[in-house]
């Protein structure tokens, strides 16, 4: 990572590149151009593509083991747009019951009037091949799956896939790229809220999708009709953040590793949510198929304690920010809401259930912080 998409001369890191028009010598250049940009890496206009989006593309490219990658505003805006280049009306989705929660509402307030059937599955894919129909045109994978992390088995899921004729979809924000390669797994397009890790520093957002060989031109299709871009200053900080990518990652793991070791000795604590753990049902699926952890860690609080005291643990809490979001330098916390964000399974009788964001604090600090809130339960 600390060569992708990086010339072997020249500048270290590829200068942001601002730009919307270029120009060409002669007609038959720019007619010779805008034929051949179908198919190949040209300059010819700044939302076709510039230096900048060129060097992120290669890194991205590499880090997914994929063809070619699009981008967008946001990692949402990335995930709508692929679906539309999948489906159409009549078409069938198979959608992750672990999928982030704005992709469910897309799924209801823009597929469902365009005449997309939706199916939810369980997030460890055991129903897939039940509810397979004629007209499914795409599974749609989030592994581990958003808040509590469940694993399914990719390759098992790809192979019902390609055996029905349909394009497997994965969002890899939790991975991304880093830790789990869903193209390599057999998915078509990888998706990346470049927002998070790949940024890395909560000041940049943007959403990539990165396809196969096969998935690529009609992905490429629906980037250019939905005039999907970013600019030349988003991409250098994304680029940017990747040079750090492993050794951020490493440090979040290692601090998220810690304090998940001092969050099992906490009475208010009755269960801690993260694949690494060995009783985690996903976890030799996470052996297999993940290269390691991130900063992500989902706890749920005893039963005892109710919606307020939760509350009010968070409100308790120094170091960690309240907010939206993860994958930044810092730690964050936030409710989640599983009775929302699920729909195959019932959460009612369970404990309070809240997301930490392990940032790159001081880890100590970090247990300091968590020590105190959860004291003032008592
Ligand atoms: C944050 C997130 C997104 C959306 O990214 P934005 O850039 O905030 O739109 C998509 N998928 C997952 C799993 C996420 O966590």
């Known amino acids: 990572m600390l060569r992708a998409g990086r010339p072997a001369h020249g500048w270290v890191n590829v200068p942001p590149t601002r730009a919307s028009t270029f120009v060409f010598e002669t007609v038959q250049a720019w007619r010779e151009t805008r034929k051949r940009r179908e198919t190949e890496r040209l300059n010819s206009y700044g939302a076709r593509g510039t230096d900048s989006t060129y060097a992120l593309e290669d890194a991205v490219v590499e880090l997914e083991a994929g063809h070619r990658a699009g981008f967008f505003p946001t990692g949402q805006a990335a995930i709508a747009v692929t679906l539309m280049a999948f489906l159409k009306p009549g078409d069938h989705l198979l959608m992750t019951d672990s999928a982030y929660e704005p992709v469910r509402r897309f799924c209801r307030d823009q597929l469902g009037q365009l005449g997309v059937e ?12 039940g509810k397979i129909r004629h007209n499914t045109k795409v599974i749609y994978v989030e592994c581990p799956g958003s808040l509590v992390y469940e694993m399914l088995d990719l390759r098992a899921i790809c192979d019902i896939a390609r055996a029905h004729n349909c394009w497997t979809i994965a969002d890899n924000t939790w991975g991304s790229g880093w830790l789990y390669q869903p193209l390599v797994l057999g998915a078509d397009v990888s998706i990346l809220a470049a927002t998070k890790y790949l940024g890395g520093h909560s000041d940049v957002m943007m959403g990539i999708a990165v396809a196969n060989e096969k998935a690529w031109p009609q992905l490429q299709t629906a ?26 990652m490493a440090m979040h793991a290692e601090s998220a590793q810690r304090v998940m070791q001092w969050l099992g000795s906490r009475p208010e604590i009755v269960h801690v949510f993260n694949p690494s753990l060995p009783e985690d049902p996903g976890h030799q699926l996470w052996k297999r198929d993940c290269a390691g952890i991130n900063g992500l860690i989902t706890i749920e609080l005893s039963p005892v304690y109710d919606a307020c005291q939760m509350e009010s643990f968070i409100d308790a809490l120094q170091l960690f920010g309240l907010g939206a979001s993860w994958g930044g330098f810092e ?25 930490l964001h392990i940032g790159l604090e001081e880890t100590e600090d970090l247990i300091a912080d968590l020590a105190q809130a959860l004291d003032q339960l008592h």
């Open 118 to 129: 939706v199916t939810y599955y369980k997030p460890d894919g055991s129903d897939v091949q």
């Open 223 to 248: 980037v250019v009709d939905y005039g999907q871009t970013v600019s030349g200053d988003d991409a250098y900080l994304i680029s940017r953040g990747i040079r750090t990518l492993p050794a951020r």
């Open 331 to 355: 730690s964050l916390v936030i409710p989640a809401n599983m009775a929302a964000a699920r729909s195959l399974s019932d959460w009612s009788c369970r404990g309070q259930i809240v997301r």
